[in-house]
Nanobody
Framework: QGSLVESGGGLVQAGGTLTLACTTS????????MGWFRQAPGKEREFIGIIGPGSDKTTFYADYAKGRATVSRDNAKDTLYLQMNIPTPEATAVYYC???????????????WGQGTQVTVSP
């Protein structure tokens, strides 16, 4: 049974940069399509960006995240990363990583979710 654990959340100042990591275990990390999502208070979970499996590091981002977010992976460390410029407190949310074998994860279809890490953006 796979496990995903996010880290790096906390308090971020508006205009700063957020860096999160998602450490995986119990699965063959390089086999999985990986993604980052977030859920703001009172809102639906939304997609940020995704990356292909293994050496296929194709990335795709939500429109609001293009040019602002970078999703990367280190297959040797079984770890997924998110670096994101945070412009406003509206980015306050719980940030989640997700893993899916064979296809990109979506909010509705995936194999694994992490427990999430809270990011609070101060003005």
């Amino acid at each position: 049974q796979g496990s995903l654990v996010e880290s790096g959340g906390g308090l971020v100042q508006a205009g700063g940069t957020l860096t999160l990591a998602c450490t995986t275990s119990g699965l063959t990390f390089s086999d999985y399509h990986m993604g980052w999502f977030r859920q703001a208070p009172g809102k639906e979970r939304e997609f940020i960006g995704i990356i292909g499996p293994g050496s296929d590091k194709t990335t795709f981002y939500a429109d609001y995240a293009k040019g602002r977010a970078t999703v990367s992976r280190d297959n040797a460390k079984d770890t997924l990363y998110l670096q994101m410029n945070i412009p406003t407190p509206e980015a306050t949310a719980v940030y989640y990583c997700s893993a899916r074998r064979g296809q990109f994860p979506t909010t509705q279809n995936t194999d694994y979710w992490g427990q999430g890490t809270q990011v609070t953006v101060s003005p």
